[in-house]
């Protein structure tokens, strides 16, 4: 057994498919097969429980898993501790963000430290916050950004940005697009296209909140944690979204009318958070010194 095979495996139980792990780690399938049957065989249990269509761990595969995320973490941090005793700074620094808060932030940054730093690769990883942690629990990111709030407990960081929550329009609603301000009481039944709340998440209940402490009916006809999926429902005249304003930066501006909500304050805070127990190698430390910000309690 070796820590190629565990890279493999972990590859395979995130991806629930052989094809989604090869393409993932840039190799044929073959080859990853053969390696999953390998480990099996040295390993004397079944890791993977296997269908026509997706492939699920079993109940060994997935303590095997656990560990084996544990031992690619540790690897990680000592390859970081290593290279960071030389002089120049190398090394893959790997990062998570939701797309449309990444896609504001991260680039310029990138670019930036490209610049300073050009030994060091990243890898940017998006997905929603409950994602996004996932990714940052498993070592498999250094770096998060996520939308606030979530349990600190196991985290430091620094608030980067506070921005509003607003109602969007199709450009193409005659009845919305001439409105720059609305009040709540003014969605009272109107079709509404949330953003889903996740597990330990609860920003994305803060219009509904709003809503039902004033006993404003609420019709929802859809929720999703995909931004695009969110603002194509609106483009198509289905309903309002309400959101942060910066995940509208994932679609062109001209397809959708941005409308303020005048008589409450609904704000979305946006954080760049790394864990405790991990210490930060020095790519990690000098990316996140380029970003300003608050400490978090």
Not at 190 to 205: A, F, K, N, S, T
Not at 260 to 286: E, P, Y
Request: aromatic fraction near 6%; glycine fraction near 6%.
């Amino acid at each position: 057994m070796d820590i190629r095979q565990l890279r493999y495996f972990c590859a395979i139980a995130e991806e629930g498919q052989i094809s989604r792990a090869a393409r993932r780690l840039h190799i044929a399938q073959p080859p990853l097969s053969r390696q999953l049957r390998l480990l099996e065989e040295e390993l004397g249990v079944a890791l993977i429980e296997r269908s026509t269509r997706h492939m699920s761990l079993t109940q060994a595969g997935r303590l095997f898993y656990s560990h084996a995320v544990k031992i690619l973490g540790m690897m990680h941090t000592a390859v970081d501790d290593v290279r960071d005793k030389g002089e120049d700074i190398g090394g893959t620094l790997a990062i998570g963000s939701p797309p449309a808060v990444g896609g504001l932030y991260m680039p310029n940054r990138i670019e930036r430290f490209h610049e300073q730093y050009p030994q060091v690769r990243f890898c940017w990883r998006e997905g929603n916050t409950y994602r996004v942690l996932e990714l940052l629990e498993r070592d498999l990111v250094e770096v998060a950004m996520v939308r606030m709030p979530i349990l600190m407990g196991d985290y430091d960081g620094k608030l980067i940005l506070s921005e509003p929550w607003v109602v969007v329009a199709s450009s193409q609603d005659a009845h919305w697009r001439s409105r720059q301000s609305v009040v709540l009481s003014e969605l009272a039944d109107v079709p509404l296209i949330l953003m889903h709340r996740q597990e330990g998440i609860y920003c994305h209940d803060m219009a509904v909140n709003e809503m039902q402490l004033r006993q404003i009916p609420i019709n929802v006809i859809c929720e999703s944690d995909n931004i695009s999926a969110i603002l194509s429902l609106v483009d198509r005249g289905l309903g309002l979204a309400v959101l942060p304003e910066s995940t509208l930066s994932v679609r062109p501006a001209r397809d959708f009318h941005r409308i303020t909500v005048s008589d409450c304050s609904l704000t979305s805070n946006v954080a760049l958070i790394w864990k405790k127990a991990r210490r930060l190698s020095r790519a990690a430390g000098l990316f996140i010194s380029m970003f300003d910000g608050e400490p978090l309690k």
